[in-house]
């Protein structure tokens, strides 16, 4: 699950697959992209990652595997988050192909865009783990990125 905080206002928004989601100022918004794992979000915010599957487990589970915490959703490296300049939106547009257990995205989107990676940060291509266990419940995205 992923959650932008604005750096304005200090509100926090759950991003969700079918709508861009804006902050109580507008200053931030995101949206989880079609690959149902990476997310764009734009304007002066932070992203704040709880994992799928937290709410499913104990207390005492989450201890002892290790998942009780809330995580820095934007970090060095990571491939899940597209960063736009605008808090307006959109999510970015891109084409994905699944391959076995990864999905393969080619951004077609003529707008600039970063990733938290070193070397190229704004990579055409990117290859992800793909993701069956989303934090929505719609199953018709779900059953339309399966049949990729």
Partial sequence: MKLI???ECNDVVRLVHI???KCDCGESGGQYNDDLLSATVGGNCEVIGIRNDFFEKSREDRVSEHIDSIIQGEYNGDLQINRIESSNGPKLKMEIKKLGDNVKIT???DRKYSMNLAGNKM???IE??????PSFKDI???NKLKNL
């Avoid at 992800?128 to 266990?133: A, E």
């Fill in 5 to 7: 905080r604005c750096k």
């Fill in 19 to 21: 709508e861009w989601r």
């Fill in 107 to 109: 951004f077609i989107d």
């Fill in 123 to 125: 990579p055409r291509t």
């Fill in 128 to 133: 992800i783990p793909y993701n069956d266990t």
């Fill in 140 to 142: 018709s995205i779900r």
